[in-house]
């Protein structure tokens, strides 16, 4: 998980951008009008029975229930098969939290769903702001370009990510479940809270996951060895500590500084 400089301070101003969007969006004739226009202009222009089905079926891939399960198989695989707990760890943080913060969104901004009559698959209440599908595949595209980074394959990623966020943002709008500023919102939400899990995980969570002695059974040592590594070896004077962990000789911690990288996770 790379760091970001000024992590807290860019996070709560696109929450902030992503909540104004939102109640303007939800209590003013500002927006409204504009976003029932284009909902309805997909839905007239573009309904067919197969892409009914289709959209259908991509809008399920990044339901709660989907969401659960691909994010348990994902980071299950990384633990137990690739015993990778670091990765495992902040990819699951990630996706988590980036898209579970759209319930903080949803509850302050209280917009009402599209109407009922126009929806394949009606939903009711208060919690159109933002969209939840679409911040999980946010969040989903986001921890997958943080694991290729660092490979040839990052811009095809990216580039992936990119798409696979379009389409299912389409999807809820498709079906009528979401407005287009829900979409977006989505995205400004799910990015300001992923900008907060990169600071509080160098900040705090990284240098203390040695404390966690379950992960240790699964290669914690061996992935901060070589996370280690990747940075261009130890600081001179500095001896490997337990867990990977950088230590001077006489068992001083060597200080990363509060701008530190990790590399790779």
């Known amino acids: 998980m790379p760091y970001v400089r000024h992590w807290l301070r860019n996070s709560l101003l696109l929450f902030a951008l992503a909540i104004s969007l939102g109640l303007v969006a939800a209590h003013t004739r500002l927006i409204q009008p504009h976003d029932l226009d284009l909902d309805r202009t997909i839905q007239t222009n573009t309904r067919t029975g197969w892409l009914n089905t289709l959209m259908e ?40 939290v980036g898209w579970n913060s759209t319930q903080i969104a949803k509850a302050i901004v209280a917009r009402d769903r599209p109407p009922r009559q126009f929806s394949l698959d009606p939903e009711i209440g208060s919690n159109s ?94 992935e901060l060895a070589e996370m280690e590594a990747a940075q261009g070896g130890y600081a001179a004077g500095a001896v490997p500590g337990p867990h990977g962990g950088r230590r001077r000789a006489g068992g001083a911690p060597v200080s990363g500084g509060r701008h530190r990288k990790h590399a790779g996770r």
């Open 129 to 222: 702001f933002p969209s939840g599908h679409t911040a999980f595949t946010v969040a989903a595209a986001v921890a997958t370009y943080f694991l290729f980074r660092n490979s040839r394959h990052r811009n095809t990623v990216a580039v992936c990510g990119v798409l696979a966020v379009l389409v299912v943002a389409f999807s809820r709008m498709y079906i009528g479940a979401h407005y287009p500023t829900d979409t977006f919102g989505s995205v400004l939400v799910a990015a300001s809270a992923i900008l907060f899990v990169t600071g509080v995980w160098h900040a705090w969570l990284l240098p203390r996951l040695d404390r966690l002695p379950l992960l240790n059974r699964f290669g914690l040592d061996e």
């Open 57 to 96: 079926l991509v809008s399920y891939c990044a339901s709660p229930v989907a969401g659960v399960l691909i994010l348990g198989a994902w980071c299950g695989w990384l633990l137990f098969a690739r015993r990778r707990p670091v990765t495992a760890v902040s990819t699951f943080l990630v996706v988590a």
